[in-house]
C-alpha cells in the first residue's frame, strides 16, 4: 500500500488475525468505510463507485480488519481498517473462476484472456490446487467495476497448504510463462503457505530462501512449511 491509515487501536492490543471467515486477498462488500484523519481525498469517491475492500496483510485487534482500498488510478491504494461489523459479504479468489458476467469486449483484454486460457488447460498443474485470480482482474470479477486495462498483469493466489516440491513449482511457473507470453502480459502467482505469501517465481527459482510474507510483515524462510512439519512431528 502506497498510504496507510493509522490504526485506530492501541497497538498493543493487535496481533495476527487468525479469523477463518477472512483471508488475504479475499473481497469484501462493506455496509460503510470508517474515516480516519489524512485519508486521500480519492477514497470516499472510490468507495461510492464500488464499495469493495480488499484483505491486506496486519496485524489487528479484535472486531477489525485490515484492508485496502483501490482508485481509479494505478498510484491511488490506500491500506485502512474496516471494523468487522459493517462486512455484508466475503468474496475469495476461488470463488471467481466461475465468474463470467462479463461483457464480450472485456472479457478481451489480455489479462482476462489468459485467465479464461489457463482455466480451459485441461492438464495444467492447477487442476490439483485451490486457486483463482486477484489483483485488477479478481476486483473486476467480483466487483463488476472495470479495473482491468490492456496492460494489465494477471495476478493469482494458489493456496499450498502442504509441502511443494521444487521440481512441480519450475513446471508450474514454466506453464505461467507460456500463457503469459501467448498474451503478451506478465503472470505473477503467490503461493498461500503457513509461512504466509511466498513468490511462487522465486521459490521456483532454487534460492536457499525464500520471502514470506504474513501479518507480522515479510521475513527470509527457508522453508514455507517448517511449522506444518514441526506440529507433525509432536
Not at 19 to 33: E, F, N, S, T
Not at 80 to 105: G, N, Q
Not at 153 to 173: C, S, T, V, Y
Amino acid at each position: 500500500m502506497r498510504v496507510c491509515a493509522v490504526a485506530p487501536f492501541a497497538l498493543d492490543d493487535a496481533a495476527a488475525s487468525d479469523d477463518p471467515r477472512w483471508q488475504a486477498h479475499d473481497i469484501l462488500r462493506l455496509h460503510r468505510l470508517e474515516a480516519f484523519d489524512d485519508e486521500p481525498a480519492w477514497v470516499r469517491d472510490a468507495f461510492a463507485r464500488a464499495p469493495f475492500v480488499v484483505v491486506r496483510r496486519a496485524q489487528v485487534a479484535p472486531g477489525f480488519v485490515a484492508v485496502g482500498v483501490r482508485g481509479a488510478a494505478r498510484n491511488e491504494r490506500y491500506g485502512t481498517w474496516a471494523r468487522s461489523d459493517d462486512i455484508e459479504a466475503v468474496v475469495k479468489p476461488e470463488a471467481l473462476l466461475s465468474a463470467s458476467t462479463l461483457t464480450a469486449d472485456r472479457r478481451a483484454l489480455p489479462a482476462l484472456v489468459a485467465l479464461d486460457a489457463l482455466r480451459r488447460e485441461s492438464r495444467s498443474v492447477l487442476d490439483t490446487f485451490t486457486w483463482g485470480p486477484t489483483g485488477s482482474v479478481g476486483f473486476e470479477l467480483a466487483t463488476f467495476t472495470s479495473t482491468v486495462t490492456l496492460t494489465s498483469d494477471l495476478d493469482l493466489l494458489i493456496r499450498m497448504p502442504n509441502h511443494f516440491p521444487r521440481d512441480e513449482a519450475r513446471r508450474l511457473q514454466a506453464l505461467l510463462d507460456t500463457h503469459a507470453m501467448h498474451a503478451g502480459i506478465r503472470i505473477d502467482a503467490q503461493l498461500e503457505t503457513p509461512a504466509g505469501g511466498v513468490a511462487l517465481v522465486e521459490y521456483a527459482s532454487d534460492k536457499a530462501r525464500v520471502m514470506a510474507r504474513d501479518a507480522s510483515g515479510p521475513r527470509l524462510v527457508t522453508d514455507p512449511w517448517a511449522c506444518v512439519h514441526a506440529h507433525a512431528n509432536r
